[in-house]
């Protein structure tokens, strides 16, 4: 079992920057690949990023790539995303998620990850 804990959302303005942390406690989560999503209102589950358990292997959403950075701190157990140049868009709920085996495309989908966090809020004003 995984527990996933997120934290560092909150409101920014328009062009501004957040990371957001992932802490991960239980069972060892080095083997599987981790993902951040993220959920608006009305909306579904929007894939955003991954990292491999190397930390050295990542893939981005077309919607976040260049402002969004996913990393991952294995001592901590901690994943990471820094995001910057953030748009009133990018409002939503963000959750990571872990253990997904699989390639890419698997790992870019929701339904493939079993532990996920409870979510923190983003909101950024224009």
């Known amino acids: 079992q995984v527990q996933l804990v997120e934290s560092g959302g909150g409101l920014v303005q328009a062009g501004g920057s957040l990371r957001l942390s992932c802490a991960a406690s239980?069972?060892?989560?080095?083997?599987?690949?981790m993902g951040w999503f993220r959920q608006a209102p009305g909306k579904e589950r929007e894939f955003l990023a991954l990292?491999?358990?190397?930390?050295?292997?990542?893939y981005y959403a077309d919607s976040v790539k260049g402002r969004f950075t996913i990393y991952r701190d294995s001592n901590k157990n901690t994943v990471y995303l820094q995001m910057n140049s953030l748009k009133p868009e990018d409002t939503a709920v963000y959750y990571c998620?872990?253990?997904?085996?699989?390639?890419?495309?698997?790992?870019?989908?929701?339904?493939?990850?079993?532990?996920w966090g409870q979510g923190t809020q983003v909101t950024v004003s224009s």
């Open positions: 990292i491999r358990p190397s930390g050295t292997s990542t």
């Open positions: 239980g069972r060892t989560f080095s083997s599987g690949t």
């Open positions: 998620a872990a253990d997904c085996r699989g390639d890419l495309q698997y790992c870019s989908g929701s339904g493939s990850y079993p532990y």
